[in-house]
């Protein structure tokens, strides 16, 4: 069975930066694309970061952002320990929202969230003014 739990959040303020981390099972669940997704008070969970599965490379992956989060937001893996990671630099207040890792089966990229059946359960990120 796949498990998916973040870590990381906090409180920051505006212009500083959070590195959120990401473990998934490893030896049954880890050739695959991962995703992080952020829900903001009163809003609908969306698409931040998303990275997929090189079948060719074990360090190179494609990755795709959401336009608000570009340059900004940077999502790695680490495929030994089967963990993703999203750095988070220049942080803005509508940054604000408890940030979910995901996980599925297909190693092809996906900024759906319905393309995810493993999720975590979420971790907190505030950033202050």
């Known amino acids: 069975q796949v498990q998916v739990v973040e870590s990381g959040g906090g409180l920051v303020q505006a212009g500083g930066s959070l590195r959120l981390s990401c473990a998934a099972s490893?030896?049954?669940?880890?050739?695959?694309?991962m995703g992080w997704f952020r829900r903001a008070p009163g809003k609908e969970r969306e698409f931040v970061a998303a990275?997929?599965?090189?079948?060719?490379?074990?360090?190179?992956?494609?990755?795709h952002y959401a336009d608000s989060v570009k340059g900004r937001f940077t999502i790695s893996r680490d495929n030994a320990k089967n963990t993703v990671t999203l750095q988070m630099n220049s942080l803005k207040p509508e940054d604000t929202a408890i940030y979910y890792c995901?996980?599925?089966?297909?190693?092809?990229?996906?900024?759906?969230?319905?393309?995810?059946?493993?999720w975590g359960q979420g971790t907190q990120v505030t950033v202050s003014s």
């Open positions: 995901a996980a599925r089966a297909s190693v092809v990229i996906s900024t759906a969230k319905n393309d995810y059946p493993y």
């Open positions: 490893g030896r049954t669940f880890s050739r695959n694309a």
């Open positions: 990275i997929g599965w090189n079948v060719g490379s074990r360090t190179v992956h494609n990755t």
